[in-house]
């Protein structure tokens, strides 16, 4: 979403910004990257808040068949949907589950990958009222049937807690669905374009007419498309309108369509022209650098035809045709603004798909060769960003995943460069958008979280790509996977993942249920001792303890701090929970989670109570109730002991 969340690793929190020398380094790298990784438009349907869902409101044309799963899902708490990709289905699951907002729950995403989190479908993590999605669009064939096993024994769950469920059907794969699923499942057809494009255009306040709408260049165009590109077309002729261009929505329309045209043809035909290699490797070279300098351009084409192990022009220099000679002959030109371009819209486009689709042969080369370009000195850093996305977009679709995963891997390895810390978060945050292959990289950081002789750069790649871009869409494996990164990191970049994992638990009541779970089965482990610290943090927050499950984990917690760490670490937070206990409500909850942390040792309740009385003789004079909390406190340390019954028995 274009909202920022929480607070971002790049601000100044705890030991991230001391010491000198490559710190800086390190403090510009992630700031660059936060930068890079946050969306610059509204949202695109990752994220799933309430908020979010009010965007939708304004946006959403229904399907056909919405009726039906609306029905669906009132009627059962279960809801299946099944519609072709690019037909809006996720969009529609979310606006079903908003529709049904009532204020008791949340509106959360259910992982579609397992790690060690427990079960995807686990009813003991589904609270009272919440709206839950299931996106199993790119699940594999054994990942939908065995989920499939338990769809139904969810369902009963949902129902006993008032929740609801929506689950995006993998179309792919719909002849492995069962028949006691048929019943649940809704059938949706894409919306008009027509009205997808008018409702987007007209909260930008452009009324086309129908007959403006009909054009046979807009339907050739729509009809090959998803309609989350339809509201970029619609973005585009917001652009064109508010910069002035004459000629009214006609001349809107049809510059948008012209700039997104399907240049294959001409780029074929260019292609077959150009028969040097060396031509070839600067039309390559400009359409990834595209909008670049021409000495950028130069640069990225030498080291295309170095990694081709292409022979090299024997000419002197002065007997070659010059650079801007070689770019006009392609099609380019140089504008006022010193940078090269293109004549023909979109033609760099067109350029990159056909090598990626008619050079398959190549791939291999082509991913070192964007190694090498960007690893190198020489191109600004401001051309990394947009070359990243545009060789992201060409792995993605030609089914290329690992070339992502690989560049980034090799960007941050043993002697990565910090400053490329900001290209592999990118590389994997573009993989993670992505809506077919999305799932192969969480799974990837996943296992890249759980490697402790990972290298300290790519580990901070992984922290800041959870914390700006897994959190927003899957933030239940964010967490799973910043946990790893914060028990498994050392010095700053630790302290990174830590304050990324606090702000993602302190920021949504769910996520602190699920990483006080996790930290109740974790700290006790021999390598928990890190955790420990971490519990003590989460405690700067007393929230939920109306929750039995949430006082439990957090006395289990109190219970392995009082066990294992010394009085001196562990007081200033029980300070703070005392002082918590003063100017909050429902001191006897507060104060029997620290009691029962004790588990009736005499010797942790004697601690507890002297930092109990260490704390109210260090508060100001006339300062709340100490004499009743701490009386309170010595009654409850009796009971745990047996002291007042056996009062009463005598």
Not at 21 to 45: C, E, F, M, Y
Not at 58 to 70: D, I, L, T
Not at 181 to 201: G, H, I, M, N, W
Not at 494 to 503: G, I, K, P, V, Y
Request: glycine residues 8%; contains cysteine.
């Amino acid at each position: 979403m274009s909202e920022s969340f929480g607070v971002y690793v790049n601000e100044s929190h705890g030991a991230l910004h001391t010491g000198e020398g490559a710190q800086v380094n390190i403090s510009l790298a992630l700031a660059a990257t936060s930068d890079r990784l946050r969306h610059k438009a509204g949202p695109k349907l990752l994220s799933i808040t309430d908020r979010d869902g009010n965007w939708l409101d304004q946006r959403f044309v229904a399907p056909g068949g919405m009726q039906r799963a609306r029905t669906l899902l009132q009627a059962n708490s279960l809801v299946l949907l099944s519609a072709p990709p690019g037909s809006g289905r996720r969009a529609c699951a979310l606006k079903l589950l908003h529709e049904l907002a009532d204020g008791s729950g949340g509106l959360y995403e259910l992982p579609d990958t397992e790690d060690d989190s427990g079960s995807v479908l686990d009813t003991d993590e589904v609270g009272e009222g919440d709206r839950l999605v299931l996106d199993l669009s790119a699940v594999d064939e054994a990942r939908y049937l065995a989920l499939q096993n338990h769809l139904l024994a969810f369902r009963a769950g949902l129902v006993e807690r008032g929740a609801r469920l929506a689950v995006v059907l993998p179309q792919h794969h719909g002849y492995l669905q069962r028949v006691e699923l048929k019943s649940y499942t809704a059938e949706l057809t894409r919306p008009s374009f027509r009205d997808v494009l008018s409702r987007y255009l007209q909260l930008d306040n452009i009324r086309p007419t129908p007959a403006e709408l009909s054009v046979q260049s807009l339907n050739n165009h729509v009809a090959r498309i998803p309609l989350r590109e339809v509201a970029e077309l619609a973005d585009r002729i917001r652009t064109l309108r508010d910069r002035g261009t004459p000629g009214g929505f006609p001349s809107w329309r049809d510059q948008a369509v012209k700039r997104v045209a399907d240049r294959s043809a001409e780029v074929a035909a260019d292609l077959a022209a150009h028969d040097s290699g060396r031509r070839r490797a600067l039309l390559l070279a400009l359409a990834l650098f595209h909008a670049s300098s021409p000495g950028t351009v130069l640069r990225a084409a030498s080291a295309l035809l170095s990694t081709l192990s292409h022979p090299p022009d024997e000419r002197p220099r002065l007997e070659q045709v010059d650079l801007n000679r070689e770019l006009t002959d392609l099609g380019a030109e140089t504008g006022a603004d010193g940078l090269v371009r293109f004549r023909t819209h979109n033609y760099d486009q067109a350029v990159r798909d056909h090598f990626w689709t008619y050079f398959p042969d190549l791939a291999e080369q082509l991913r070192r060769w964007v190694h090498e370009c960007l690893a190198r000195p020489g191109i600004r850093e401001d051309d990394h960003g947009p070359a990243i996305e545009r060789f992201a977009e060409q792995c993605l679709k030609a089914g290329r995943p690992e070339d992502l995963i690989r560049l980034a891997d090799s960007w941050t390895g043993r002697h990565g460069q910090v400053r490329l810390i900001p290209d592999a978060a990118q590389a994997l945050s573009l993989g993670l958008a992505h809506e077919r292959h999305g799932q192969r990289f969480r799974r990837q950081i996943y296992e890249w979280s759980l490697t402790a002789s990972l290298s300290q750069n790519l580990k901070q790649a992984l922290v800041l790509v959870c914390s700006e871009t897994m959190r927003q869409s899957h933030p239940h494996q964010a967490l799973v996977r910043l946990h790893h990164l914060d028990r498994g990191a050392d010095g700053r970049v630790a302290d990174t993942a830590r304050t990324a994992l606090l702000s993602l638990a302190l920021d949504d009541d769910r996520m602190y249920r699920l990483l006080l779970q996790r930290i109740r089965r974790s700290m006790r482990e021999p390598d928990g001792g890190r955790d420990l610290g971490l519990f003590l943090a989460l405690t700067q927050s007393v929230r939920l303890l109306a929750s039995r499950e949430v006082r439990a984990g957090l006395a289990a917690g109190w219970g392995a701090v009082f066990e294992q760490l010394p009085p001196q670490q562990w007081r200033p937070y029980a300070a703070q929970w005392f002082t918590a206990v003063e100017t909050g409500s429902g001191p006897e909850r507060l104060l029997d989670v620290l009691v029962d942390g004790c588990r009736g040792e005499a010797a942790a309740l004697g601690g507890l109570y002297q930092a109990a009385h260490n704390w109210g003789r260090s508060r100001p004079s006339g300062t709340g109730h100490r004499p009743t909390i701490t009386g309170l406190l010595l009654q409850k340390i009796n009971i745990a002991q047996g002291v007042d019954s056996l009062v009463s028995a005598v």
